[in-house]
């Protein structure tokens, strides 16, 4: 408990010293549940606000977490240093950070929500701190930017990795569930705030383009940091099938229009790109294009060692497929080494958060 204090302690200390802002707090999206005298508000999302002390960017934008987190990811690091937010804050952005709706400060109700599940200690090593010690993709070994030292770095019983593994919470079993609920309140929260750019991370990627397919005119950009993926059936962990609309796994717009997944006909590429990379699942010809999403600026970006460097290039070519333009960003090909996924909080952030301020002023308009 000591530790994370500190650590909180240390964060707060630095966002006052880098960045004068303002704060406030809100929730959107939601409907009332429950029988006459025992309603309950559900499906709302909460929202909080950061503003510069002088905005000098057009458009604000709007962070997503992936799985098992919340809006801590872009506060800042486990161990102590300011976070995305922060940066973005620097860079003259209104930021605005949510909880995913059933998710953290966004209240989960077990009589109208999913079941729950929780990343394994394992997991969390494995996938997110350590994946050099016992990653099983080809690029595992090059993570190298988890902050910490000493035997135990990136495992628990090191003090950054238990301050992280305490800011684990349950997420939605149901990533068809998460997805629709996310949309809607999505949604509700563009038409409050008008257009944004959106920065999605893993589970999240989905909501980027769901979201731009219900509002494409108030998504003006996508970063997308290692996306859900790839498109049509899992890989490394499994090879299920997964996200039948492709690239999520609640309906998507396309065009000729798609009535059920099935009528999105997938074939499997003969070969990989090379041996580091899966094979992908791609749309058969003709491809059905995705209309909404054609003519937003969108960034794929990928670590060099996470297990997503093993298939993100199979969410680009799908995007490319369906009439969506779109850059795809291997960080390694920028000169930034050794991130695995949780690339946000490790000891380079600031350097990543510049690369994608690059794109972002570049293509952004």
Request: proline residues 8%.
């Amino acid at each position: 408990m000591t530790r994370l204090v500190v650590f909180i302690a240390a964060t707060m200390t630095a966002l006052a010293q880098r960045t004068p802002a303002t704060r406030e707090f809100f929730y959107v999206g939601g409907k009332y549940s429950g029988a006459p005298g025992s309603e309950a508000m559900t499906g709302q999302m909460y929202v909080e606000a950061l503003r510069p002390a002088r905005v000098t960017r057009k458009y604000p934008l709007v962070f997503f977490h992936g799985l098992g987190q919340t809006a801590t990811n872009w506060m800042g690091t486990p161990d102590g240093r300011p976070g995305w937010a922060d940066y973005f804050l620097a860079q003259g952005y209104v930021v605005y950070l949510v909880d995913q709706p059933a998710r953290g400060r966004s209240a989960w109700n077990p009589a109208v929500n999913g079941q729950w599940q929780f990343p394994s200690l394992a997991q969390v090593e494995q996938r997110f701190t350590a994946p050099e010690v016992n990653g099983n993709w080809p690029q595992a070994k090059k993570h190298t930017q988890w902050p910490g030292s000493g035997p135990s770095v990136g495992r628990h019983g090191d003090p950054i990795f238990d301050a992280f593994f305490a800011s684990q919470v349950e997420s939605l079993l149901s990533n068809a569930e998460t997805e629709a609920l996310v949309q809607v309140a999505g949604s509700a929260l563009l038409d409050k705030i008008g257009p944004a750019i959106l920065v999605t991370h893993s589970q999240a990627g989905p909501f980027g383009w769901l979201l731009a397919d219900s509002r494409p005119a108030m998504v003006k950009g996508i970063v997308a940091v290692e996306p859900a993926g790839p498109p049509f059936q899992n890989s490394l962990v499994n090879e299920n099938a997964a996200r039948p609309w492709g690239i999520a796994d609640v309906p998507l717009t396309y065009d000729p229009p798609v009535r059920s997944p099935d009528d999105l006909k997938k074939i499997r590429e003969p070969r990989a790109d090379g041996p580091d990379f899966a094979v992908c699942w791609e749309q058969a010809d003709p491809p059905h294009r995705l209309p909404h999403l054609a003519g937003i600026p969108i960034v794929i970006v990928t670590t060099e060692a996470s297990y997503h460097a093993f298939y993100d290039h199979c969410t680009v070519k799908f995007l490319t497929r369906a009439g969506v333009r779109n850059t795809f960003l291997r960080l390694e090909n920028e000169g930034i080494h050794g991130n695995g996924h949780m690339v946000m909080l490790e000891k380079n952030s600031d350097q990543v958060a510049a690369r994608l301020q690059k794109w972002i002023v570049a293509n952004v308009k």
